[in-house]
Structure formats: structure tokens, C-alpha cells
């Protein structure tokens, strides 16, 4: 069973930064793809970022993309989420999640992970 614990959400104006963290306990962790997704007031869960951990790829939402920044510390068992030029629309609770059987086609699929932390607000403000 693995936990994952997120923290790091708030509320930010437009145009500004915040870094989400994502700490993950008794797993696997090294051996895990890592992904952000997020979802908004009424709207269906999307992904936002991934990190394979058996090739090392990064993958990323078109509407984050040059903007968010994915990465990990396996000494810490700890993901990250850079997110800058903060938008209104980025406005979502974020949620962690671990997978340990992802592959390329289905690392943007919510249902391909097996664990989930309980979410981190972000509101931006304009």
C-alpha cells in the first residue's frame, strides 16, 4: 500500500508561481511512475504532468506545457510541481497518483494508477 501526501496548494494571483510537493510512503517509490492530474469545479479529472520511472520521460498536458515542471527526489520519495504564469483556468484541486504498470499509452490515463493522495487546492486569482 503505498500513501501519498500533497501539500503546497493556495492561492496565487495571476501570473505567479507555486511548487506542489507530493511525498509518497510504504512502496515502491524508485519503481513507480508518478503523475499530477487535476480537476476543477464540475469539470472531469485531467492530467496535467508524468514521470516514468523506467525510462525516465516526462510527459505534459498541452495547456501546462513551458509552464509546469515535473520532478522528483527518490532520496526523498518526494514529486514536485512547479507551476509558473499561473492562469485563472489552472484553478483545480491537484492530486497525486503512483502507478507501477504504466506505459507510454496510457500514462495520461487516470485509471492506470493505483494510488492517489487526497489533493491539494490552487486557486488563481485574476
Known amino acids: 500500500q503505498v500513501q501519498l501526501i500533497e501539500s503546497g496548494g493556495g492561492l496565487v494571483q495571476v501570473g505567479g508561481s507555486l511548487r506542489l510537493s507530493c511525498v509518497a510512503s510504504?512502496?515502491?517509490?524508485?519503481?513507480?511512475?508518478m503523475a499530477w492530474f487535476r480537476q476543477a469545479p464540475g469539470q472531469e479529472r485531467e492530467f496535467v504532468a508524468a514521470?516514468?520511472?523506467?525510462?525516465?520521460?516526462?510527459h505534459y498536458a498541452d495547456s501546462v506545457k513551458g509552464r509546469f515542471t515535473f520532478s522528483r527526489d527518490n532520496a526523498k520519495n518526494t514529486v514536485y510541481l512547479q507551476m509558473n504564469s499561473l492562469k485563472p483556468e489552472d484553478t483545480a484541486i491537484y492530486y497525486c497518483?503512483?502507478?507501477?504498470?504504466?506505459?507510454?499509452?496510457?500514462?495520461?490515463?487516470?485509471?492506470?494508477?493505483?494510488?492517489w493522495g487526497q489533493g491539494t487546492q490552487v486557486t488563481v486569482s485574476s
Open positions: 497518483a503512483a502507478g507501477m504498470r504504466l506505459i507510454t499509452s496510457t500514462i495520461r490515463r487516470g485509471a492506470a494508477y493505483d494510488y
Open positions: 510504504g512502496g515502491a517509490f524508485r519503481r513507480s511512475s
Open positions: 514521470h516514468k520511472w523506467n525510462d525516465g520521460s516526462t
